[in-house]
Antibody, heavy 120, light 110 residues
């Protein structure tokens, strides 16, 4: 079964760019039918879907974040990435990567999450 | 896109059944049967419990069941156990090919 592991900077200064990577093992990000998602959860709050990228390269973003977010796929490294520009304290959250299963709209495997704090 | 609406909390005694509702719109739940439910224990990543409204992944107890009527989906936990105490989130595919979560429901076992 696939395993996902987030990595990146846990502390980002306001107005800078948050960058995270999700390494995938036990599966290929090139596998047909799957997409690869980012989700975040501010401390003490609920889940917020950020966006996903399909194996073929199509990308969909949460409209509320679309202007600041970029998701990309690195098939050679079997990983995918997230960048969030112009961060503020409101972007402080646990960030999860996940795989969307065959079909639509469900996330069957998740990483353990990485806490990102935006602070000067 | 607006978050799906869930009750903030639901509680029940061991052995009882509880139901968590999740209300959306014609842009999500009302159009598709692509509703999923996640269980999250404190400090842990969410775990998929139900997808496609009613389907349980392998390994998930049959005490968990899902349903949908119109713009409202529901998760029922039967034979409530102490280990079921957690936060639960619904999620739906939308007509914009995005995903939207509910605000979450805290389940307390009395």
């Amino acid at each position: 079964q696939p395993q996902l592991q987030e990595s990146g900077s846990g502390l980002v200064k306001p107005s800078q760019t948050l960058s995270l990577t999700c390494a995938v093992s036990g599966d290929s990000v090139s596998s047909d039918g799957y997409s690869w998602s980012w989700i975040r959860q501010p401390p003490g709050k609920g889940l917020e879907w950020i966006g996903y990228i399909y194996h073929g390269g199509n990308i969909y973003y949460n409209p509320s974040l679309k202007s600041r977010v970029t998701i990309s796929l690195d098939k050679s490294q079997n990983q995918f990435s997230l960048k969030v520009n112009s961060v503020t304290a409101a972007d402080t959250a646990m960030y999860y990567c996940a795989r969307e299963g065959l079909g639509y709209g469900y996330l069957d495997y998740w990483g353990q999450g990485i806490l990102v704090t935006v602070s000067s | 896109q607006s978050a799906l609406t869930q009750p903030a909390s639901v509680s029940g005694s061991p052995g009882q059944s509880i139901t968590i509702s999740c209300t959306g719109s014609n842009s999500d739940l009302g159009t598709y049967n692509y509703v999923s439910w996640y269980q999250q224990h404190p400090g842990k990543a969410p775990q998929l419990m139900i997808f496609d409204v009613t389907t349980r992944p392998s390994g998930v107890s049959d005490r968990f069941s899902g349903s949908k009527s119109g713009n409202t989906a529901s998760l029922t936990i039967s034979g409530l156990q102490a280990e079921d105490e957690a936060d639960y989130y619904c999620c739906s595919y939308t007509t914009s090919a995005t995903l939207v979560f509910g605000g979450g429901t805290k389940v307390t076992v009395l």
